[in-house]
């Protein structure tokens, strides 16, 4: 191993070996080996500033002390000295029980350092791009300072991620075509927009700790019980609203029995039929096994109530299409049949969520995403269709017709995953 001395301090490497080009996880990896094989070590740490570095710890440790991260350095043969081994997120195993992996910036690196901690932080040890940095105080700084020139010229999302909006995949340990890939990409729009790796089936997320206050805060899932019920109900289209598949069921209908394009009034008018039939004979009684059962009586006030209801979803519901219509989201004279993709596209992230929580195991999740495929492709028609459904049901749900960054979010993924070579939606059929 040699000290080779650069603008950024001395990094100690490996001389390159005469080896076969080396296929990279990531673009990640492939940017760090490029410039590590061309002695770019300012390019090199500028990636290494702009994404995060992965430290084991043991499971008992993560869940005793949440806010506490532990080091566990190694001897390096290399360095000849102690080492710290972090890695990117391309060079993670696959997750088991134990240990579980937290990440961290190359910057909190810098900032958390102690003098009695390893004279040497290991990136990526024993692949083509590893790297042994020193952690003098001077080294530290210079990490500070790209991690600054990273986040000034990245930016990054409200997830923290840097890479925000962008289509990322595995290339090496995760699926591109069949089944689990086509599981995987019904997730892709979510997975754009936090910019995280759309077929990572091995999924470790920013870390076990983030995965799981993203889960408790957002699902109120906190154990494997919870997490089973939440990724069930996802996969059954069970948590999409009940008044958002009547109105849609209604205009879906109408469209079939009359051959054409159906007029909101129509639409409105034919809903409030059904919805009233319905509450009526919600009322009557009916003889069950167990005898005669009364119905449950609704009063004038909340029937008139419901049926507003159903009223104005068909108008928030009418305005989206023709917005989705107004951005290439639909095409002309296209509507929305149901809305179950937001499910089964959650279904597919849920299963990798709890994974990376470790509520369940790797093949429990690669299950539930090969369900989630399979439940979508019942349901829609294509990819198109099925990116239309999901955006829909997110809208309704989060954006109140603001069209802000819950629909723009969307839009700018939508137009990603349709448009780029790369994407799996160009790449696996839908059927």
């Known amino acids: 191993m040699d000290m080779v001395s650069t603008g950024e301090g001395s990094v100690s490497v490996s ?8 296929t990279a996880p990531s673009e990640i990896e492939r940017r760090l080996y490029e410039a590590k094989m061309r002695g770019d070590w300012p390019a090199f740490f500028d990636v290494l500033a702009g994404t995060d570095l992965f430290l084991a710890v043991s499971r008992r440790q993560a869940d005793s002390a949440p806010d506490s991260v532990f080091f566990t350095p190694y001897w390096n043969p290399q360095t000849n ?3 710290l081994a972090v890695f990117t ?24 350092w102690q003098d009695a901690d390893p004279p040497f932080l290991a990136v990526n040890p024993g692949s083509p791009c590893e790297a042994f940095l020193p952690t003098t105080p001077a080294h530290r700084a210079v990490w500070r300072q790209h991690h600054e020139r990273a986040r000034s010229a990245l930016g990054a999302c409200g997830h923290g991620h840097a890479h925000c909006g962008r289509l990322r995949a595995l290339h090496v340990g995760g699926p591109l075509h069949g089944p689990v890939a086509h599981g995987l990409a019904c ?8 910019g995280e790796l759309w077929n990572a089936m091995a999924y470790h997320g920013s870390g076990y700790h983030h995965e799981r206050y993203r889960l408790e805060k957002f699902w109120d899932v906190t154990s494997r019980e919870s997490w089973y019920r939440a990724q069930e109900q996802l996969l059954n289209a069970d948590m999409v609203s009940d008044v958002w598949q009547f109105v849609l069921g209604v205009r879906h209908a109408l469209a079939r029995d009359f ?20 509450i009526e004979e919600a009322g009557e009684a009916r003889i069950t096994p167990e005898g005669v059962t009364r119905g449950r009586v609704v009063s004038a006030a909340e ?10 979803m068909i108008g928030r519901i009418a305005r989206y299409e023709a917005r989705f219509r107004a951005d290439g989201l639909l095409p002309e004279g296209a509507y929305i049949r149901t809305t179950e993709a937001w499910d089964y596209g959650r279904a597919s992230g849920m299963a990798r969520w709890g994974l990376g929580a470790r509520f369940c195991t790797l093949e429990e999740a690669e299950r539930a995403v090969i369900r989630a495929g399979r439940a979508a492709q019942s349901a829609y028609r294509s990819w198109e269709d099925f990116s239309a459904g999901f955006i829909l049901g997110r809208c ?31 790449n696996i059929p839908w059927k």
């Open 15 to 22: 001389p390159p070996a005469m080896a076969p080009p080396w």
């Open 81 to 83: 000295t102690q080492c």
């Open 89 to 112: 997120e391309g060079m993670l195993p696959v997750p088991v029980p134990d240990p579980v992996f937290v990440s961290r910036s190359l910057e909190w690196y810098g900032r958390a």
């Open 187 to 194: 997730a892709a729009l979510l997975f754009v927009k936090n």
């Open 259 to 278: 051959a054409g394009a159906v007029t909101v009034e129509h639409w409105r008018e034919s809903a409030e039929r059904v919805l009233r039939r319905r």
């Open 303 to 312: 029937a008139e109530s419901q049926v507003a209801g159903v009223r104005r």
């Open 396 to 426: 309704l749900h989060f954006d109140e017709e603001e069209f802000g960054s819950w629909y723009q979010e969307m839009v700018d993924a939508h137009r990603v995953l349709t448009t780029d070579p790369a994407s799996p939606w160009l």
